[in-house]
């Protein structure tokens, strides 16, 4: 038996234990640099906003007068781009995950979906804005309305939903669905009565938090032109809109010219992150008080 050198093993412990804290020492300061820096945005854009966010800010129609401004025609552009990417994203979305799920065969075209899809997830979203300018504003000749821009956020966080909606399926127990086999039931409605019910928490989650990106997003709509101006608030699809982002773009440039646009981009802020708070916060409601356990 090979005799074990008590001081080799402390000095090993020694050196061990060092790294372990050393690294510790790391990740601890990369996580109080973010904290920094996120108390730090937090504190300058809610002092900025002190002041500007009342009852006529929200809902004041944009002017060229900063103590008048609104956002109104913003929020009414953010409604309805939410209203065209809400049913386009959840239909769709759902739609392919069920079929890569469930019906899709286990071989290479299956794999080339999910592969292609997965990386549609990592494309940077000033290239969705460039093939929505190119396939719905020019080819389709819509020009810059509510259809085109829902249009091309739908594809902006489609791939999102897929995934999201993929694993929320695939959690579903494999047993539930030999239960309801071997009951009689047919493919579709296995999937409509056992399969969706179990994993519609995990797809109303995945469904908010895209609509929550797709809300936040600016680039793709500068690439298709999307105003910033004096415009009528939108009364359907086919209008031409603004965003709350697409706002907060605008009048952040605008503020090298007047001061106070400074603060009418902070108050923005402040009320797009309570919107987005507030998705947010149903999506972990619904995550929460809907999940299941099998």
């Known amino acids: 038996m090979k005799h074990v050198d008590a001081a080799q093993v402390q000095k090993k412990m020694n050196s061990r234990l060092a790294v372990n804290n050393i690294a510790k020492s790391l990740f601890l300061a990369a996580t ?3 904290l920094v820096v996120l108390v730090i945005l937090f504190y300058r854009v809610i ?18 007068m900063a103590d008048r ?4 025609g913003a929020i009414m552009g953010t409604v309805w781009l939410m209203v065209v990417v809400a049913p386009i994203t959840l239909f769709l979305g759902v739609g392919t995950a069920i079929y890569l799920e469930e019906y899709a065969k286990k071989g290479r075209l299956q794999r080339f979906l999910q592969t292609n899809i997965s990386n549609l997830a990592g494309v940077p979203s000033i290239v969705f804005g460039i093939l929505g300018l190119t396939i719905f504003v020019r080819a389709a000749g819509l020009g ?3 259809l085109a821009g829902g249009l091309t956020m739908a594809l902006l966080v489609l791939p999102i939903v ?16 030999e239960a309801s086999y071997g009951m009689g039931a047919t493919k579709w409605q296995t999937i409509k009565n056992i399969v969706l019910p179990a994993s519609l928490p995990g797809i109303l989650t995945g469904v908010i938090l895209a609509l ?10 500068v690439v298709l032109g999307i105003p910033a101006l004096l415009i009528p608030l939108p009364e359907g699809i086919f209008d031409k809109f603004t ?13 090298a010219l007047v001061a106070e646009y400074a603060n009418l981009a902070a108050a923005t802020i402040v009320v797009l992150l309570f919107i987005l708070l507030v998705m947010n916060s149903i999506a972990v409601i619904i995550r929460n008080k809907f999940q299941r356990r099998f």
Request: aromatic share 10%; glycine share 8%.
């Open 32 to 34: 109080l640099i973010g």
């Open 243 to 255: 965003v709350l982002p697409m706002q907060i773009y605008y009048w952040t440039i605008d503020a």
């Open 47 to 64: 002092s900025q906003s002190m002041g500007w966010i009342d009852f006529q800010f929200i809902t004041n129609k944009l002017s060229t």
């Open 69 to 72: 401004a609104g956002i109104m």
């Open 144 to 146: 810059n309305i509510v």
């Open 162 to 177: 897929v995934v999201a909606s993929q694993e929320a399926i695939r959690s579903v127990p494999g047993y539930l669905r």
């Open 212 to 221: 929550s990106r797709a809300i936040g997003e600016t680039a793709p709509l």
